[in-house]
T-cell receptor
Framework: ELKVEQNPLFLSMQEGKNYTIYCNYS?????LYWYRQDPGKSLESLFV?????AVKQEGRLMASLDTKARLSTLHITAAVHDLSATYFC???????????FGQGTRLTINP | EADIYQTPRYLVIGTGKKITLECSQT?????MYWYQQDPGMELHLIHY???????EKGDLSSESTVSRIRTEHFPLTLESARPSHTSQYLC???????????FGSGTRLTVV
């Protein structure tokens, strides 16, 4: 059974600081996705990572994938308040085309 | 502009009632999914479909049922709602693993 674990689950940080959210998964997969969810809203796709070593960047967010370590990171650079949200990683079960989600990381960025 | 639509957005209903949550997409995607999410918590897959007349149960046991008679439509039905069904239900579709999922805005269900 595929398990996806995020760390940390809660993160409170100051504007201007850098931080990293980690996503570990338990079985072989080379497809990982990051989503953002604002309170009371649905999920917005951020990054699609499809191979070992994949790196994607959008604004202050950068995501990477290491399939050998079964680890993805979401790095936040010089955080701003607008990035406050819950971030989910999700892993595609190999061959099954079903996503299994992590628990989510609730990020709060304080002025 | 949303390409995947869920209705209703909010629903409060009494125990024992039958309800259908609607999900439609205009993107022609073959693959569609239903996830259940308690507020701020992880998403659990309850049903999925890879095309017309194809439906499968997900990883989380659910008393709901689904149908897929048309590509664009994937409704979820609860025959007899219970308070334990109170949750948010998110519908998603995908054109393939290279693209991830597109999610609808969700239905927040409260059973009293």
């Amino acid at each position: 059974e595929l398990k996806v674990e995020q760390n940390p689950l809660f993160l409170s940080m100051q504007e201007g600081k850098n931080y990293t959210i980690y996503c570990n998964y338990s079985t072989t997969s080379d497809r990982l996705y990051w989503y953002r969810q604002d309170p009371g809203k649905s999920l917005e796709s951020l990054f699609v990572l499809l191979s070992n070593g994949a790196v994607k960047q959008e604004g202050r967010l950068m995501a990477s994938l290491d399939t050998k370590a079964r680890l993805s990171t979401l790095h936040i650079t010089a955080a701003v308040h607008d990035l406050s949200a819950t971030y989910f990683c999700a892993v595609d079960i190999q061959g099954a085309q079903k996503l299994v989600f992590g628990q989510g990381t609730r990020l709060t960025i304080n002025p | 502009e949303a390409d995947i639509y869920q209705t209703p957005r909010y629903l409060v209903i009494g125990t024992g009632k039958k309800i259908t949550l609607e999900c439609s997409q205009t993107m022609g995607h073959d693959k569609m999914y239903w996830y259940q999410q308690d507020p701020g918590m992880e998403l659990h897959l309850i049903h999925y479909s890879y095309g017309v007349n194809s439906t499968e149960k997900g990883d989380l046991s659910s008393e709901s049922t689904v149908s897929r008679i048309r590509t664009e439509h994937f409704p979820l039905t609860l025959e007899s709602a219970r308070p334990s069904h109170t949750s948010q239900y998110l519908c998603a579709s995908s054109r393939g693993f290279n693209y991830g999922y597109t999610f609808g805005s969700g239905t927040r269900l409260t059973v009293v």
